[in-house]
């Protein structure tokens, strides 16, 4: 016998399925701006240069040795270490390293870092199948566009219950840019997306340990498995997103249906994709920007006798841990951000070390820091106050972040950030090689090239690639 249900579903939603399947499927080559080519290069770079720097974390190493089990098949590369796995495994561990340090992308409307679920599954594939660079980065655009049209739909109602929207949603791109990249038509692309729908992957809980790095690996995983299935025959519903049953309507209460139709194919949200220096949960960003703009203006830790810190509820309902023990419960602590800020000037994954967070000049800094809330000012902003020894005040507001769409890290500032995280991997030289590799991506002929290139030589491997500074 039938439930009644308390939520009103909507039985007239678009076919947004089957609309996001043609659109993927048919969308011409490079049917974009030369600015949004270029930002989808400035995004493969960022997830490739994030993922060489977590290759050798022990969150790596764990996935790496119960993949082993299995016993894979070599066929594609796992960026940063000289193992090969099979391309869904690939998927895996690409996700996982891209999202460890908290250093990935961000689509600031909906918060999905979208290059971790979708660049790993297209790697992954177009390593295996000889795709060429111009069809990775066309398969790239439109799978983030999926996954963050998606995202922007349900969000933020989706992700308030719990859900880790880079992973649930990421599924959907990683689906839908494999699709592409495979060719297939758009009955397969909408089997592809059906079939993912039902395979929502994350939830909030996991943050702060190794599993919130897996939502996005899990996501290109069962995103490029998607696409395979939906390539040899296998079915889902037709409607599966935006069915009363289906994706969008079960995992949210928030349906924004034209957030998918509003300028398709001609918008694509990877102009709105942004690049964080700092390693850390976006929201903790304004706050660091502010301790360092202090530090700038000559305030030291040994003056300070209080920081005042004005925050939206967000970032302390997300990172307000005061005594994090380890570097993963750092990334989620705004006060160990803004003492890493005052003290270092930066907070990049260094300053997320175990020995780092647990330092008695941290400490005793980040005890010094008195959050309120304040939701007048916005989520992206910080109002932050030092009180010094003397009684004098220096106050900073920050609007926008550095890396924020307003603010926005230059081509300069994001090669030196790849060659933070690759050069104690692959040594300055290949890292300058797989730069040059990333930047003409779109014109190579194919993959191999550079999935060679994020792979460590004798040398480098020796030297680098069990670097203890970016183990924890």
């Known amino acids: 016998?039938?439930?009644n249900t308390q939520v009103q579903a909507d039985h007239n939603a678009p076919p947004i399925t089957r609309i996001l399947a043609e659109f993927v499927a048919q969308h011409p080559s490079r049917g974009w701006?030369?600015?949004?080519?270029?930002?989808?290069?400035?995004?493969?770079?960022?997830?490739?240069?994030?993922?060489?720097?977590?290759?050798?974390?022990?969150?790596?190493d764990a996935a790496l040795a119960a993949i082993a089990v299995l016993q894979p098949a070599p066929q594609a590369t796992v960026a940063g270490r000289r193992e090969k796995v099979d391309i869904a495994s690939a998927a895996l561990v690409n996700g996982i390293t891209s999202h460890t340090f908290d250093f990935d992308d961000t689509h600031l409307k909906t918060i999905i870092h979208p290059a971790g679920p979708v660049a790993s599954a297209l790697l992954a594939l177009a390593e295996h199948t000889g795709a060429s660079g111009r069809q990775l980065i066309d398969a790239l655009v439109l799978g983030i566009d999926v996954a963050c049209r998606v995202g922007n739909t349900v969000y933020p109602e989706h992700y308030d219950r719990g859900w880790h929207i880079t992973g649930t949603t990421g599924v959907?791109?990683?689906a839908a840019g494999c699709a592409r990249l495979l060719g297939l038509d758009a009955d397969r692309t909408q089997m592809a997306l059906g079939i993912a729908a039902s395979q929502p992957v994350?939830?909030?809980?996991?943050?702060?340990?190794?599993?919130?790095?897996?939502?996005?690996?899990?996501?290109?995983?069962?995103?490029?498995?998607?696409?395979?299935?939906?390539?040899?025959?296998?079915?889902?519903?037709?409607?599966?997103l935006e069915a009363p049953r289906g994706f969008a309507q079960v995992l949210s209460t928030k349906t924004a249906w034209n957030e998918i139709t509003d300028e398709l194919g001609q918008r694509f949200e990877i102009s709105f994709n942004s690049y964080k220096p700092f390693a850390c949960g976006i929201v903790i960003?304004?706050?660091?920007?502010?301790?360092?703009?202090?530090?700038?203006?000559?305030?030291?830790?040994?003056?300070?006798?209080?920081?005042e810190l004005r925050v939206h509820s967000l970032v302390l309902e997300l990172t307000g841990k005061k005594e994090p023990a380890d570097g993963l419960q750092g990334k989620f602590s705004v006060y160990h951000?803004?003492?890493?800020?005052?003290?270092?000037?930066?907070?990049t994954e260094d300053e997320y070390a175990d020995d780092i967070v647990n330092r008695a000049d941290m400490v005793a800094l980040r005890r010094k820091v008195v959050a309120t809330v304040d939701d007048a000012i916005d989520e992206a902003s910080a109002d932050v106050t030092a009180v010094l020894a003397d009684g004098s005040r220096v106050q900073v507001f920050v609007e926008h972040a550095i890396g924020s769409l307003q603010r926005p890290l230059s081509d300069a500032q994001l090669e030196a950030k790849f060659a933070g995280m690759a050069d104690p991997v692959l040594g300055a030289g290949r890292t300058r090689e797989l730069l040059d590799a990333c930047w003409g991506l779109g014109d190579a002929a194919g993959v191999g090239a550079l999935a060679r290139l994020a792979v460590p030589d004798g040398a480098a491997g020796a030297a680098h690639g069990h670097s203890t500074r970016r183990m924890r």
Do not use: Y
């Open 33 to 60: 701006s030369d600015a949004v080519d270029h930002e989808a290069h400035r995004t493969f770079l960022n997830w490739l240069g994030c993922a060489v720097g977590a290759a050798h974390h022990e969150a790596a």
């Open 1 to 3: 016998m039938a439930r």
């Open 337 to 347: 951000g803004c003492a890493a800020g005052l003290i270092f000037g930066q907070a």
């Open 285 to 307: 960003h304004p706050s660091i920007d502010a301790c360092v703009q202090l530090r700038d203006r000559g305030v030291r830790p040994e003056q300070v006798e209080r920081i």
């Open 172 to 174: 959907l791109g990683a």
């Open 202 to 240: 994350g939830l909030r809980e996991q943050f702060g340990t190794m599993t919130k790095p897996f939502h996005p690996g899990g996501a290109a995983r069962a995103g490029l498995m998607s696409a395979l299935l939906a390539q040899q025959g296998f079915t889902a519903s037709p409607r599966a």
